[in-house]
Each structure stands twice: as structure tokens, then as C-alpha cells.
């Protein structure tokens, strides 16, 4: 059986795009996958911001990692893929701030103590948060940025969306990147893209 894992960032919203696809095109396959965690603050790391944005970008990426990086320490690499759901929908469908009581929320609907909130603001969890990038980076075997696809140990950075596809389409583009991803000589596919991605409720 293919085993795919997708290594993202919480708050990239081409991720989201990227994890909706996927997990709905390989539920449909019949085809397991695994979120995983990296961090475009550490990809980023001693590089100025090009504006407020991506710097708010970088400073949200360095709290939230913290927070699902204790989160996979005391319950698994599980609770990844729940809290993300529940993080996610509040910084790319509802476009929230993510306050205290909007993380505690988060945390409650996927079971988790109250008391892991205090981590997006503690440097201890910083390290592991690295070693998940770093994890990242290796399965792909260069430097790049959120989503990275790895199926069955080939990982390939993206696949990049700007909307997420109708049903038949996305089980139709899981298929290709299954085909391509078993073709050892293949290496990269590109075209030119803007965002941010279209977002559908």
C-alpha cells in the first residue's frame, strides 16, 4: 500500500489548499496519508521580512510550532492532523486572529489540555520544532518551503493549488502525482503561479 506524508506549516494557506485535496482525493483512493510539521520561520530564519505581513507570517509560524510540536510530543504525531483541522479553519476559512479563548477551542475539540496553549510562547519547544523541519528537508533532500509530498520515501516540493479541485479532478491529480512519483528519473514540474490560493468555505 502507498504511504503518503505531507509535511506543512500551519499557517501557509497553499498548504491548506494542498491538504484538503489531498486527504479527500486519497480517502476516495483509499490511500493513507500523514500530516506532518515544518516551519517556515526556521526555513526563514535570518532573513528580513519583505513586509508586515510576512513578518506577521513568521511570528505566528514561530508560536503555533511550538504549540503542535508539544502537542506530537505528548500525544503522538496524531494529534497533528485534528488540531491542524481545527487551527486551520480559523487562520485560512474564517480568517481569525487566533486569540486565547480561539486556541483553547481549538485544543478542546480535539481532546488536548488546556494548559498546551502556554507553549506558543515557550522557547523550550523551539528545538523540536527544528527537528520536524529538519525532517522535512531531509526526505526531500534540499532546502524548500510548505507543502512538501512524500510518497512512499520520494518526497517532491508542492504540489502547489490555487483552488482545491472538484472531486473526480483531485482523484485524477493524486493519480498523476502517484504515477510520477514512481518514476525514479522523474524530478520537478512547474508553472508560474500568484497568490494567495482561492479558499472555499
Known sequence: ??????????VCPFSWV??????????????????????????????????????????????????????????GPGAFAGLYDSIGGRIHVRRDELDASAIRDALAENGLEERLAETLD???????????HQASQDALGDEAGSPIIAVDGRAFSGPVLTRAP????GVRLLEAVL???????????????????TIDG
Open 1 to 10: 500500500m502507498t504511504d503518503i506524508d505531507l509535511y506543512l506549516d500551519p
Open 122 to 132: 515557550d522557547g523550550d519547544f523551539d528545538e523540536a520544532v527544528r527537528r520536524a
Open 179 to 197: 504515477t510520477v512519483a514512481g518514476v525514479p528519473e522523474f524530478a520537478a514540474l512547474q508553472r508560474p503561479y500568484q497568490g494567495p490560493p
Open 18 to 75: 494542498t491538504a484538503r485535496w489531498l486527504r479527500d482525493a486519497a480517502r476516495s483512493a483509499h490511500t493513507p496519508v500523514a500530516l506532518r510539521q515544518m516551519s517556515l520561520a526556521v526555513l526563514n530564519e535570518g532573513q528580513d521580512a519583505e513586509n508586515a505581513e510576512q513578518q506577521h507570517m513568521m511570528e505566528r509560524s514561530t508560536r503555533l510550532g511550538r504549540l503542535f510540536a508539544a502537542a506530537v510530543a505528548e500525544h
Open 166 to 169: 472538484n472531486a473526480h479532478d
